[in-house]
Structure formats: C-alpha cells, structure tokens
C-alpha cells in the first residue's frame, strides 16, 4: 500500500542549480497536485494536473514547472532555484469526489 | 476565491481536557470541509470531511466537526484530548463545481497536549 511516493525525502541545493522533484501514485488517481508548506501560511498549491496530459497553474506557480509523465507520475521542477523556494513540497493525488491523498513530503533547503 | 482562515495558530491544552480548534471560510459557492493532521516530518492525513448530509462530521479517533453555514465555520472539537493527538491540524476548503479538487487551506493549528 505504497499511495503517494515522493522522491527525495531530503535535498540541499546551491542557488541557481535545477532539481526536479518526482511523484508517483499506485491508486490510478485521476488528478494530481504540488503543494509548498511554509510556516504560519499552510499549504499553497503550485501546480495541478486535473488528468492525464493537462496541468494547471495554482496560487504560487511562478518559479516552478510540472510534467505529468504519465497517470502515475506527476514532476516538479525548479530550473533555477532561490532561497524563497526553500520549503517542504507535498504531492497529492485523487479520485473523482474524493478527498485528496498526501505523500510524506520532500524537504528542500536552497543556500 | 475562496479562504481559510484557522483562528489560532497553536493551541496548548492538557491531557483529558476538551478542545475546540477554530476555522473560518469564505467562499460564493457551496463548499465542501475538510480537516486534515499532520504529525511531525509525515504528510498531510485526512480527518474528517464534510461533503453533504449531516452538518455534524465525526472521525474514528473521537474528534467531530460541525459545518456551521450561517456562520460560515467548521470547527474541530474533541471532548477528551490525548497526548498522542499533539499535531498541527489543517482545515481546507474545496468549491463545488469544476474546481477540479483543489483546496485551499488554512494556516494551520498546532495542538499541545501536555501530561
């Protein structure tokens, strides 16, 4: 019962370098999404992908890209990273009419 | 646009005693609730929802939550708190309609459960 898998659970980057972020989910959800948590703001959608072959902008898009690869998989991507990106990024995926299922997050530091 | 916003940003409370942890939305279309807790360096897990029906919503762990429409609220209660409920509880909204699932969610509240 993996649900939602995230990779890596950890990583430190110098400014400017790129990183891409993966997520994959087993339960063949149709929608997917990337959230970043900050302290004392919750959590702020990036970007989703309401099915397979189509992503949309969310509340914070700007510095990041996605690419859903396919149903499974679902990337983010920070091209040239900056220390405001420093923050905990969570993946989610769900069914139609059901709530969203969470994966345990990945941890970016930018320096 | 829809918002959320969760009224206390931590909440300490000794063990056994009830809580109450606040939230506030706004939104011009109907809504669907949602708690969500996060215990330390894991994910986001569901609570509770609320979708339609009963505007009372309980969880399998004790906490329940009432869908207030005139007052725009769902506030998360448990009568008898346990040291093992310290977390940071998130409430969140989802419009109806071609929302396409998004949430938006609160601020969060961190409860502490002192012995």
């Known amino acids: 019962n993996a649900g939602v898998t995230q990779t890596p659970k950890f990583q430190v980057l110098k400014t400017g370098q790129s990183m891409t972020l993966q997520c994959a989910q087993d339960?063949?959800?149709?929608?997917m999404y990337w959230y970043r948590q900050d302290p004392g703001m919750g959590l702020r959608l990036i970007y989703y992908?309401?099915?397979?072959?189509?992503?949309d902008k969310g509340e914070v898009p700007n510095g990041y890209n996605v690419s859903r690869l396919n149903k499974r998989e679902f990337s983010l991507r920070l091209e040239s990273a900056a220390p405001s990106q420093t923050s905990v990024y969570f993946c989610?995926?769900?069914?139609?009419?059901?709530?969203?299922?969470f994966g345990d997050g990945t941890r970016l530091s930018i320096l | 646009a829809q918002s959320v916003t969760q009224l206390d940003s931590q909440v300490p409370v000794f063990e056994e005693a009830p809580v109450e942890l606040r939230c506030n939305y706004s939104?011009?279309?109907?809504?669907?609730l949602f708690w969500y807790v996060q215990y330390p360096n894991q994910g986001l897990q569901l609570l509770l929802k609320?979708?339609?029906?009963?505007?009372l919503v309980e969880s399998i762990n004790g906490f329940e939550a009432e869908f207030n429409k005139s007052q725009t609220s769902f506030h998360l209660r448990k009568p008898s708190v346990h040291i093992s409920d310290t977390a940071e509880y998130f409430c969140?909204?989802?419009?109806?309609?071609?929302?396409?699932?998004?949430?938006?969610f609160g601020q969060g509240t961190i409860l502490t459960v002192h012995p």
């Open positions: 989610a995926s769900r069914a139609a009419q059901q709530p969203q299922h």
């Open positions: 339960m063949n959800h149709n929608s």
């Open positions: 969140a909204v989802r419009c109806g309609g071609t929302s396409y699932g998004k949430l938006t």
């Open positions: 992908s309401a099915s397979e072959g189509t992503t």
């Open positions: 609320y979708l339609s029906g009963s505007t």
């Open positions: 939104s011009s279309v109907s809504v669907y």
